[in-house]
Every structure is written in structure tokens, then in C-alpha cells.
């Protein structure tokens, strides 16, 4: 009888599907991401398991001995196998956090960073009146992170994103619609290499003009970092031979479209070491230098211009 009884218990125990606490999930993770030399190996397992799990970080933490079904664990690990091939967090989850605003993102737009956070602060600078009535234009608005977070400072203010993308346009329009600014923006997928100005865009002149085009040189696209390379859309990273290309046509769009309020500024994010020569473009077409703001690192990241 206890040998039948000893049978059958072992028979169950096979039978069962073995779980996994978080405290070995984790540990697991972990060493998958350590040996492909991804140098963020900790935050981004914990990144990842909260959320295939749906909980914060902090309940990880708490309940190490807990223990997660087999479904949430291959979950995990196809993640982990991911970002083990160098993918990006942002990629792999679909949204990125930026000023303090969730903002979902696709394929074909930028991962919001947090050096582009300065036009923000920069724009915050200039234009005081939190309760102004505002028109904002983004040109390559991307996830629509730059336009939708000033939206959120300024109550009563306006604004149109662009792109030339229209997977950037769709997912621009769904983050507009998830922070309730949808009934004050218009997402258009529009090209800025045309100097003719466009109906679409009315009769609207912008008192606040904002983007962050592609500046990265060729020799810097040959040195990106895997993660950027690979998986980032290159028609938002690569400004041409110098950098500069974008900066040349969105001058000449700007003048040309007559596009800028009397009193409007323009804020432009730059890579390092071009404010001087974004600023000669610039001024080349009759639009007056104004200041640079530096980024957290004591970058010259955002260049401002007005009309003379």
C-alpha cells in the first residue's frame, strides 16, 4: 500500500510542471544578458520581468520566493533572448518614458531620450505663459513626444506634428489620443523637403517651432553602438555627410513656407559640436541667432532662433 501510494505521489510530481520563483527568474535573466556583454544586465532583467508581469519594480524586490507560471516565465525568457541580441528596451516593450509622460513608439520612430528633454526645458525658458494661447509645429514629430509633452504645459495651446513616416503618424496619433491632447493636436504626414508650402498646414503661423532632425554624420553611423544601429530607423539618424542636411532644409521650409509668428522662436535639438554651424545655416536665411541651452552632460544641445 505505501509503495502504490509512494507511485502514484512521484507519477504526480512528473506530471506537474515545475515553477520558477522571481528571485531564480531574475537570476536567470541575468546571466543570459551577462554573457552577452549587455552592460545594463540587472535593470533590464528586472525591466523585462515586471513587465511580463504586469507589477513595479519595487514588487519584484519584495516577494523573491514568489512564485510565476511557466507561460509568464517562457514569456520572460523569449524576452531576455531578445535583448540579448543587443534589441532595446524601448523596442521590446513598445513605449518609453519622457517627461514623465508614457509614450508608445514603433520601428520607424526615434526612442525618446532624455537629452531631448532640453528643447522642453528650453522652450519653458522662452515662452512663460503657461496659459498662453500658442500654435506649436513639430517637424519629424516621430512618437510625437516633443509636441505632446509641451501640450501638457501649455493648457491652452495648439499644436501639428509632421512626419514623413506613416507608422510614425499612426503611433503619434494613438499617444496624442492616450494623454487626452488629441482634440488639441493634428498629426500630418507631410514632407519638409518641399519648399512649397502645403494647404494642409492652413493659413497658421507657429509662435513656438520645435525639432529634432537627424544629425548624425557618416562617420558617427559607422561608430553607433549595436543597439542604435541595427535597430533605430535610420531616415531618423543619419543627417547626411556633415550632419547638416536636415538643418538646411528646414531652414529654407521655414522661410519659404513663412511659417514663423512675428515674435516666434524656433528650437532646434543638435548633435555635439554643430550650434556653429547650424547657426551660420540659419542665419544665411535671414532668421537671428538667439541663445543655446546645454543638456544634463554641459552639451549645447538646443540652438534658438527668431526673426530679425
Known amino acids: 500500500m505505501e509503495k502504490k501510494r509512494f507511485l502514484w505521489h512521484t507519477i504526480l510530481m512528473l506530471k506537474k510542471k515545475p515553477l520558477h520563483t522571481i528571485y531564480e527568474t531574475l537570476n536567470e535573466g541575468k546571466t543570459i544578458l551577462k554573457d552577452a556583454k549587455i552592460e545594463s544586465f540587472d535593470i533590464d532583467s528586472r525591466i523585462l520581468l515586471s513587465y511580463v508581469l504586469g507589477v513595479e519594480h519595487h514588487d519584484l524586490i519584495a516577494n523573491p520566493k514568489t512564485e510565476i507560471s511557466n507561460k509568464f516565465y517562457k514569456q520572460y525568457l523569449n524576452l531576455i533572448k531578445r535583448r540579448s541580441k543587443h534589441e532595446p528596451i524601448a523596442q521590446i516593450t513598445g513605449e518609453k518614458e519622457f517627461w514623465s509622460l508614457p509614450f508608445k513608439i514603433c520601428k520607424d520612430t526615434l526612442i525618446p531620450r532624455p537629452d531631448s528633454e532640453t528643447i522642453i526645458q528650453a522652450v519653458k525658458t522662452e515662452f ?27 493648457k491652452n495651446a495648439f499644436g501639428i506634428g509632421i512626419d514623413i513616416k506613416r507608422n510614425a503618424i499612426k503611433t503619434a496619433k494613438e499617444n496624442a489620443k492616450k494623454l487626452s491632447l488629441h482634440t488639441r493636436s493634428k498629426i500630418l504626414n507631410l514632407n519638409w523637403h518641399n519648399k512649397k508650402r502645403t494647404q494642409r498646414l492652413g493659413n497658421i503661423k507657429f509662435h513656438i517651432i520645435v525639432s529634432n532632425p537627424p544629425y548624425i554624420t557618416a562617420h558617427e553611423m559607422e561608430e553607433l553602438e549595436e543597439d542604435v544601429k541595427k535597430y533605430e530607423p535610420r531616415l531618423a539618424l543619419y543627417g547626411g555627410r ?26 532646434l535639438e543638435l548633435g555635439k559640436g554643430q550650434h556653429n554651424d547650424v547657426q551660420k545655416i540659419f542665419e544665411a536665411f535671414g532668421f537671428k541667432y538667439i541663445k543655446n541651452f546645454k543638456d544634463l552632460n554641459g552639451i549645447i544641445r538646443v540652438i534658438e532662433f527668431s526673426k530679425k
Do not use: A, H
Open 242 to 267: 556633415d550632419g547638416l542636411d536636415e538643418y538646411r532644409y528646414i531652414s529654407k521650409v521655414i522661410y519659404y513656407w513663412d511659417i514663423l509668428e512675428k515674435n516666434g522662436k524656433i528650437f
Open 128 to 154: 512663460k505663459d503657461t496659459d498662453g494661447n500658442y500654435k506649436i509645429l513639430d517637424m519629424g514629430t516621430g512618437s510625437g513626444c516633443l509636441l505632446l509633452s509641451l501640450l501638457t504645459e501649455y
